[in-house]
């Protein structure tokens, strides 16, 4: 039964696992949970803790509908903390004024939201504030890209200013191929010359997650998995396999850089830690993390922590993660297991198949199963509409 004391949350991006993992974790605290999405098959629609779902347009092509839609939704539902779970966020920061005056938020300001989300502003900031950073390139004129080839390193990553997952980021392998493959990057997705990609150093090493909630520039909690493997072959995409560690020093850099920008709500950073020992800041996402399962499960309930902050409770709750947890996204192994057999790395594949039994999971609760399936006719769904690409992109979602 939902508890009174507090009050109703409206979770969006309901078709995401991050999402499900909001509405398990706010509804076995008595939270009345509303979710709203643009697919009718969205996971969350299905869970048993949902009150109630609302369709919503598409945020990234329809951004006006949906902030109205979003306001009715908010309205009809009674809910009074809204938690945003994509890149909706922007929306709701850009139109906070058209939403109820009584509604709760843990957001950042505009101007730090934007900087965090842009993978080439927010680099000067975060290494000011003592916080490593890979050497990157901002490319200006296709004479400045030639230029750069004698001073960089092959291979090197090029990736777009604003993506989602491995969208938008390219691995290139040597000169000759930098060039052509930059261009087409502009090409795909249609990028003016004052949002050309950036050229990045590639690091080797050990992959790391950062996930936390800041409250009006201080750290409330944060929790550090390590990837151990991804969608993508080669370790490369969206994580699928994690496990929880410690890393003292990589948390002090991560709370030092989002100090710098004055942080307050959800946020979660990348990391890729070379053969010097140094883990360095590779990605900021203002927003929550696909894979905030993964401190979930071992004992940090980052989304309580969000919605305590959004509904100005006075004390926080909040426990640490323990280490040594390993959680797993099924579906995203699933597809993983797939493309690694697709390029020939049978190993890597074969790895997928080897049974954990210790091993927790993003979607799959044994207590509430509906959402695993669906989530599973949603990504099939999704996947004819795209004509057979793993990682279908929504105009607008890569920038």
């Known amino acids: 039964m939902p508890d009174k004391d507090y009050p109703p949350a409206f979770v969006t991006y309901g078709w995401c696992r991050s999402a499900y993992t909001v509405v398990r974790s706010l509804a076995a605290r008595g939270v009345e949970v509303h979710v709203g999405d643009s ?4 996971m969350s629609r299905m869970s048993r803790h949902t009150t109630s779902f609302t369709r919503l347009p598409d945020f990234f092509v329809e951004p006006d509908a949906y902030v109205q839609a979003l306001v ?3 309205e009809r539902t009674g809910a ?7 890149e909706d966020v922007e929306l709701v920061i850009r139109h906070r004024d058209r939403l109820p005056d009584d509604l709760r938020v843990a957001l950042p300001r505009l101007e730090d939201w934007a900087i965090a989300e842009d993978k080439l502003d927010y680099l000067d900031c975060v290494e000011a504030a003592g916080c490593p950073v890979p050497k990157t390139h901002r490319i ?3 004479a400045q890209l030639k230029e750069i080839v004698p001073q960089v390193d092959f291979p090197v990553v090029v990736k777009v200013r604003m993506g989602n997952g491995a969208r ?3 691995i290139v392998e040597t000169s000759r191929d930098l060039e052509p493959r930059f261009l087409a990057l502009i090409e795909e997705y249609d990028l003016p010359a004052s949002r050309w990609p ?5 690091l080797r090493g050990r992959k790391f997650k950062l996930d936390g909630v800041f409250r009006a520039g201080e750290s409330l909690a944060t ?3 390590e990837i151990l493997r991804c969608k993508g072959a080669d370790n490369f995409g969206t994580s699928t396999y994690r496990v929880t560690v410690d890393a003292p020093e990589l948390t002090r850099n991560a709370i030092r850089a989002m100090e710098a920008l004055n942080w307050h709500g959800m946020f979660n950073t990348d990391w890729i830690c070379g053969d010097d020992g140094t883990a360095r800041l590779i990605d900021i996402n203002g927003r929550l993390s696909g894979a905030v399962a993964v401190p979930f499960e071992a004992g940090m309930d980052l989304p309580w922590i969000w919605y305590q902050v959004s509904a100005d409770f006075e004390r926080i709750e909040a426990d640490d993660a323990k280490p040594g947890v390993h959680v797993r996204w099924l579906l995203g192994d699933g597809i993983a297991l797939v493309e690694h057999a697709l390029q020939g790395q049978l190993g890597a594949a074969a790895k997928i198949l080897r049974p954990r039994w210790d091993c927790r999971h993003d979607d799959l609760v044994w207590s509430d199963p509906a959402p695993f399936f ?4 949603d990504y099939l769904s999704k996947f004819l509409r795209s004509r057979g690409s793993i990682r279908p992109v929504t105009k607008g979602m890569v920038r």
Do not use: D, H, N, Y
């Open 39 to 42: 697919s009718p098959f969205a």
């Open 374 to 377: 669906s989530e599973g006719f």
């Open 80 to 86: 009074k903390v809204l938690l945003p779970c994509f």
């Open 140 to 142: 200006e004129s296709l």
């Open 168 to 170: 938008g980021v390219e």
């Open 72 to 74: 009715a939704a908010l």
């Open 198 to 202: 950036i050229v990045q150093e590639q």
């Open 223 to 225: 929790s550090v998995f």
